[in-house]
């Protein structure tokens, strides 16, 4: 168990800060921002670490809404990652507001203990987690490399301390056909249309023959413009999920047959583009879940058992890409939202009531002991170190 002096230490130093953490929550959802848009949330969440001292390097990647916020020089350096985008025409449905408010209460309290502790926080923030895959970027880009293990929560409808997700990949499909008059001339004509209507039967047919946990979902982005003109063009938007990567690359793969039926039945011309970075399937730490599942019971919380977990899968997240790179957590602080889920309207108005408030504060002194348990344990700091070093060598 961490020290009673390092964990009451940041445990208070969350308490001190309540107020300021509840405001920014607050502030970041009044104002919703979308991916790779979010300036003032980045702002927002940058400005309580620089106060305090932080280090900031603004841009990393090259994404203009990302940031690094550094304290501390010691060799065990602890990522802490802040989302704060926004989802379109529901605001903050998926409470990320909260997740950005925890991650700085978090980071300023291991600030307090990082001489003591041999640590460097390092609070990053990461955009377009909705759409854009900002984590992806910025692990493509080396901003990850120095780091050992990553902390994060998420809001939502229960308690989970090992929270995992579904491998994701999202394309666009476009069909090229000919326009003509649909009633001088139908037969001139090569309906893009009818290429997304063939391929979204095919789709629905071969929905009964998924394994379990494969999944698909779209919508067409374009379908023609006038009722008189056979559609030259026709586009839809597919995501594909899976519980891993192996299964996600069958689903594409079948996917990608239906896409072709609809080409070839219409006579149409077809191109599949990716749309933003595959996000894998979250593989938290079993010794950080555990940890952090300690922590859950001892502020009162009642996290769903480990048995259960599998059962309650997240929809999917670029953190997933992390926890594949090295040792990390995600996992699920509840907030009372009624009926509501994620990405409901009803959950954007729960987000900014008390319980997301405790969400907050108690989810930041989670975070904060968890990791000063694992400074403090030096068989599992031992082994973050050896596995960082591995991946450099």
């Known amino acids: 168990m961490p020290t009673a002096t390092a964990s009451s230490c940041v445990e208070d130093a969350v308490n001190r800060r309540h107020g300021d953490l509840v405001e920014l929550s607050h502030s970041i959802h009044a104002e919703p921002e979308l991916a790779f848009a979010e300036h003032r949330s980045c702002a927002k969440t940058q400005a309580l670490v620089a106060e305090r001292g932080f280090e900031i390097t603004r841009a990393p990647g090259g994404l203009d809404t990302a940031f690094r916020?550094?304290?501390?020089?010691?060799?065990?350096?602890?990522?802490?990652?802040?989302?704060?985008?926004?989802?379109?025409?529901?605001?903050?449905?998926?409470?990320?507001?909260?997740?950005?408010?925890?991650?700085?209460?978090?980071?300023?309290?291991?600030?307090?203990?990082?001489?003591?502790?041999?640590?460097?926080?390092?609070?990053?923030?990461?955009?377009?987690?909705?759409?854009?895959?900002?984590?992806?970027?910025?692990?493509?880009?080396?901003?990850?490399?120095?780091?050992?293990?990553?902390?994060?929560?998420?809001?939502?409808?229960?308690?989970?301390?090992?929270?995992?997700?579904?491998?994701?990949?999202?394309?666009?499909?476009?069909?090229?056909?000919?326009?003509?008059?649909?009633?001088?001339?139908?037969?001139?004509?090569?309906?893009?249309?009818?290429?997304?209507?063939?391929?979204?039967?095919?789709?629905?047919?071969?929905?009964?023959?998924?394994?379990?946990?494969?999944?698909?979902?779209?919508?067409?982005?374009?379908?023609?413009?006038?009722?008189?003109?056979?559609?030259?063009?026709?586009?839809?938007?597919?995501?594909?999920?899976?519980?891993?990567?192996?299964?996600?690359r069958d689903l594409e793969k079948r996917m990608s047959d239906c896409f072709l039926a609809g080409a070839v039945a219409s006579g149409c011309d077809y191109a599949v583009s990716e749309t933003e970075p595959p996000y894998d399937e979250l593989t938290p730490d079993s010794w950080l879940a555990e940890a952090f599942r300690d922590e859950m019971t001892r502020v009162g919380r009642?996290?769903?058992?480990?048995?259960?977990?599998?059962?309650?899968?997240?929809g999917s997240t670029d953190m997933g890409n992390v926890t594949q790179f090295m040792p990390g957590i995600h996992p699920i602080v509840g907030i009372d939202a009624g009926d509501a889920s994620v990405h409901q309207p009803a959950f954007a108005e729960a987000a900014a009531r008390p319980g997301a408030d405790k969400a907050v504060v108690e989810g930041a002194i989670m975070l904060a002991r968890t990791v000063v348990r694992l400074a403090e344990t030096p068989a599992e700091r031992d082994r973050v170190l050896e596995l960082k070093a591995r991946r450099a060598s």
Do not use: W
């Open 69 to 248: 916020a550094e304290y501390g020089s010691g060799p065990l350096v602890i990522g802490i990652c802040a989302e704060y985008d926004a989802l379109p025409g529901i605001g903050h449905a998926c409470g990320h507001n909260i997740i950005a408010a925890s991650a700085v209460g978090t980071a300023l309290a291991l600030a307090e203990v990082a001489d003591e502790l041999g640590l460097t926080v390092a609070l990053l923030g990461t955009p377009a987690e909705e759409a854009g895959g900002g984590k992806v970027l910025l692990l493509n880009a080396g901003a990850f490399d120095d780091i050992a293990a990553t902390v994060m929560l998420h809001p939502g409808p229960l308690d989970i301390a090992a929270a995992r997700s579904l491998a994701l990949s999202q394309v666009a499909v476009e069909y090229r056909g000919k326009e003509s008059h649909a009633a001088v001339a139908p037969h001139l004509g090569v309906n893009a249309v009818d290429a997304i209507t063939v391929a979204q039967v095919a789709i629905g047919l071969l929905r009964q023959q998924l394994a379990p946990g494969q999944m698909m979902h779209g919508i067409v982005t374009d379908g023609g413009q006038a009722t008189n003109i056979i559609p030259g063009r026709a586009e839809m938007h597919y995501t594909m999920r899976a519980n891993d990567k192996a299964a996600l």
């Open 302 to 314: 009642s996290p769903v058992s480990a048995e259960l977990e599998a059962a309650f899968p997240l």
